[in-house]
Every structure is written in C-alpha cells, then in structure tokens.
C-alpha cells in the first residue's frame, strides 16, 4: 500500500535493519560523463522535527544490496544539509513560478548519511534519498509520483558501516540500505524540485508538472537545454513540516 503524504499520519511497517549484513548490491544509472573527483565528506545531521510524513515501509530481501553511484561533483563540497527557502538557488525564482522552463541551479548537497529509514511507518523532517518508483499498488493520483526512500551512505560513512570486505558495498563512493524501504506518494505542486542533465551534470529548476510529465514519456519543454532527456537519477529528499518540500536530483555515472 501506498500512503498520502500527511502530517503525523503512519502506516504500518516490517521490521527493517541498517546493519551491513542486511543490505544488497544495487546498479545506479550511468551516463557517458565522466565522474568527477571524490568530494569532502559533509556534516550528515539532519534535522529532526515532530512532524512527519505518512509512509509506507516494506521490507526487502536480506541479500546484500548497494547501489553504485558517482562522486559528488565538485560544486558541493564542504556542503552541509541545511534545507534552503523554495526558490532557485540561482535567480531568487519561486517553486510556483518556474512554469515549464528549466533554470540552472546549483547541485543538490548531498549529505555523507541520509537520515534513516523508521521502522514505525513515519518519517520525521529530515533529508532523505529516494528514488522514483516505476508504480505502485494503487497507482498514485494523477499529478502525483511515489518516491522510495532508502538510506544512503556516502564516503567514510559508507565504507564505516559497510566495511571493506565486499568491494561492491561502496561502488563509486556510495551504498543504500534497502531495509527497511518506505513508499510514499507525493503530489507535486510547490516543492522545489531540480533535474540532473546527464550530459554535462549540469542541475536544473523545473516545475512538478513538467517533472510528472517527463516521467509520462512527454518531451521537455522548449526551454529545456539542447539535448536533454530524462534520466531516472535518485533524489535527495527535503521532508520539512511532514511534507515533501525539495526533490533535487544527484546526477551519478
């Protein structure tokens, strides 16, 4: 089942680990640009609130599982995971007025451990990574898309909680853990919401309507850059006030 994002509302969960032991290899996406030099690691606290979001926590299988992913690029070095307003981080434009255009920004700061994955079906505010789910069980809303969360590890933190004994925990600098993994659909109205060229790692702003269509199979609008397609890159997720307030896209080779 698939939960509605709403405040302090939960759905039932199995039990999950974070341990090493209960984790399993994952393929990232690639692309054809080289990744770049491996960034310094980055504070990983992330705040936590009373509030949360609604979710639905799934238990995955207990093989090993990791996902390969690339080097932070350069822009995000020396980055901390303090959630900005919801606006361009290059121009001052607002969620609700980037329309169909594609603004440049700057990279998301993706944090060296994302916060963990609750076994209680509620996810306090925090940062998050998640990826978007081909479907779900029903389907989402017209309008909406269902992001699975997973915790990410990242740099030293991944190699401290995985160890060096598998050379996959940490492909390219990263690894997940798979269980627990909570579900949970998002209408996307007014979130700042970023996409990731895969061509030149370039970030840029567009609006939930434009992102619900690209993953329809639409084309980009006109002002997307020369070239651009989706690719399905994971998220680093903004939950603030128990909602889902920023999706910015991590671009990994």
Known sequence: MVCSVVLLAA???????????????????????????TAAPV????????STVSVTTVASPTSASTESSATEPAATAGADTTEAPATSEST???????????????PPKVPTTS????????????VYYATVADNGDPLPADGAVVLEFVQLFRG?????????????????????????TAAVEVPLGAQYI????????????????????????DDPAA?????????????????????????????TP
């Open 115 to 126: 916060a963990a994955i609750t076994s209680s079906g509620t996810q306090p505010d925090g």
């Open 43 to 50: 504070t990983t606290a992330a705040p936590v609130t009373e």
């Open 223 to 251: 002002g997307a850059p020369d070239g651009y397609t989706y690719t399905g890159f994971g998220y680093i997720v903004t939950v603030s006030g128990g909602k889902v307030t920023r999706m910015e896209q991590w671009w």
């Open 11 to 37: 759905c039932g969960s199995d039990k999950g680990s974070s341990q090493a032991s209960d984790t399993t290899p994952a393929t990232a996406t690639t692309s054809t640009a080289a990744p770049l030099p």
């Open 194 to 217: 970023t996409v990731s060229d895969a061509a030149t790692q370039k970030s840029y702003q567009i609006s939930g309507t434009e992102l619900f269509g690209l993953l329809h199979g």
């Open 92 to 106: 001052g434009t607002s969620a609700a007025a980037v329309g169909d255009g594609y603004t440049e920004v700057a």
């Open 156 to 180: 030293t933190d991944c190699t401290t909680h995985f160890g060096t004994a598998d050379t996959d925990s940490c492909v390219n600098d990263y690894g997940v853990v798979n269980d627990p």
